[in-house]
T-cell receptor, first 115, second 112 residues
């Protein structure tokens, strides 16, 4: 069974440029998560989807970050414009359901470098 | 905000048992404790989850005392391939929805 797929794996851009990351969750997983992981730190949740609905975006910097999951399957996270501090690994995860006893499956992440 | 405290790093030798303890004083009554493992350039991977007493699977054991304010991940007979960062998670519902809060994790280095 295919795991969580993310693309691209690496991205280098100059500040003020836009960038987009794509995620395809495990088939049948209704819950999708986007995390940001800075060097030496644990992942930080940016947004969580239940099907196509964003149910928790409290940590998403909405002035420059946006996300969508139009058909409740794959998802795109966008940054516009990017800033130097956005350099990090962006992880996508999915789970069968939300809640306290779910297991999240993570993709390999996209490493973003903003110059 | 739910918060966990773990040692920043640990070293061990191959074949030894490794115990990583996590403190979670503010754990909610109905919350579970979950551990993830992360290798460089990969996303975290689920290891084990428990609520109380002891849970064991094919790769690890999780020990949770009666007060549930701490937990210990036990890795039996570690090998070099167990070198990774280990995260202890408890949930948080202060925002109105349940979510896991990752801490900084414990960096385990297994030596030959």
């Amino acid at each position: 069974e295919a795991g969580v797929v993310q693309s691209p794996r690496y991205k280098i851009i100059e500040k003020k440029q836009p960038v987009a990351f794509w995620c395809n969750p495990i088939s049948g997983h209704n819950t999708l998560y986007w995390y940001r992981q800075n060097l030496g730190q644990g992942p930080e949740l940016l947004i969580r989807y239940e099907n196509e609905e964003a149910v928790d975006d409290s940590q998403l910097p909405k002035d420059r970050f946006s996300a969508e999951r139009l058909k409740g399957v794959d998802s795109t996270l966008k940054i516009q414009p990017a800033e130097l501090g956005d350099s990090a690994v962006y992880l996508c995860a999915s789970s069968e359901r939300q809640g306290r006893y779910n297991e999240q499956f993570f993709g390999p992440g996209t490493r973003l470098t903003v110059l | 905000l739910a918060k966990t405290t773990q040692p920043i790093s640990m070293d061990s030798y191959e074949g030894q048992e490794v115990n990583i303890t996590c403190s979670h004083n503010n754990i909610a009554t109905n919350d579970y404790i979950t551990w993830y493992q992360q290798f460089p350039s990969q996303g975290p991977r689920f290891i084990i989850q428990g609520y109380k007493t002891k849970v064991t699977n094919e790769v690890a054991s999780l020990f949770i005392p009666a007060d549930r304010k701490s937990s210990t991940l036990s890795l039996p007979r570690v090998s070099l391939s167990d070198t990774a960062v280990y995260y202890c998670l408890v949930g948080d519902e202060t925002s109105g929805t349940y979510k896991y809060i990752f801490g900084t994790g414990t960096r385990l280095k297994v030596l030959a």
